[in-house]
């Protein structure tokens, strides 16, 4: 299948500033080895100095330097949730294409797996699962594909359900091709447009609750660089060094809106709906 991308939709301004926003926090996450001051963990100042030449944002109130915390926070935030994210597109796009093609029995055994797992709590199923496996970085990827797939399957059998009776499809039964083979050669690329928006709408999902699991406690454990624990470690510092509170959450912010703007703009250049990428979320 041949996607058709209209390349003024990449050029508004908002996209412009939203794909901007990820490569540089990308570019800053890949790099973060080689410009940060100061080892991460190592304890370099004061508790809670103020932003200065020495230290340019500061350091934590354990006189950790705070640039070099947030640049290798941006390492952990980036690979937690695009690896998990990239594990729940994969699983729910075969899962949800699977689900269309053979209908039946295997698309309810689909259907409901999906509403059981939206049924539950957000917050209820992060902390069981955290409580029973621990909080390592495996353990916090395969969380996030857990959270996310039965969306990612909701979404993509919609759109190959438009697929599953067309001429191509029957073309390719009649030559004798398994159901493998149809789903993976015909079916799933013709899907590829819906699955690139999702990637690209879950990562910012996955980016505000890897962030809000750790500033809850339910994330990774210090002294890991963490955004979301980095914001909770300062909350109790607010009235005297509120940038502990302030520099984190800004590069929560920006790397949030600038996928959600990337988001919207990959949609609109695919011709899509980006709303209905936020259907089954945590």
Sequence with gaps: ??????TFALRKPAA???LSLVVLHLALALLAPWISPFDPTELVGGRAEPPSMEFLLGTDVLGRDYLSRLLHGG??????????????VLVGSLCGVAAAYFGGVVDDVMMRICDIKLALPGILFVSLFITGFGESTGVLIALVGLVYFPGVIRIVRAQALTQVNL?????????????????VREVLPNTLDVVYVELAIRMSHAVLL????SYLGLGLSPPTPDWGL??????GQLSFAPWLVLFPALFISTLVIGLNFGAEAL????????????????
């Design 1 to 6: 299948m041949e996607l058709r991308i209209d």
């Design 16 to 18: 412009v500033i939203g």
């Design 75 to 88: 390492r952990m935030a980036l690979l937690v949730t695009f690896t998990g994210v990239v594990v729940a």
């Design 167 to 183: 001429g191509y499809v029957k073309a390719a039964q009649l030559r004798g091709e398994s159901a493998l083979s149809v789903i």
């Design 210 to 213: 890897l962030s809000t699991m």
């Design 230 to 235: 980095m914001v909770s470690e300062g909350v």
């Design 267 to 282: 949609a609109n250049a695919l011709g899509m709906d980006a709303a209905r990428g936020y259907v089954g979320g945590v």
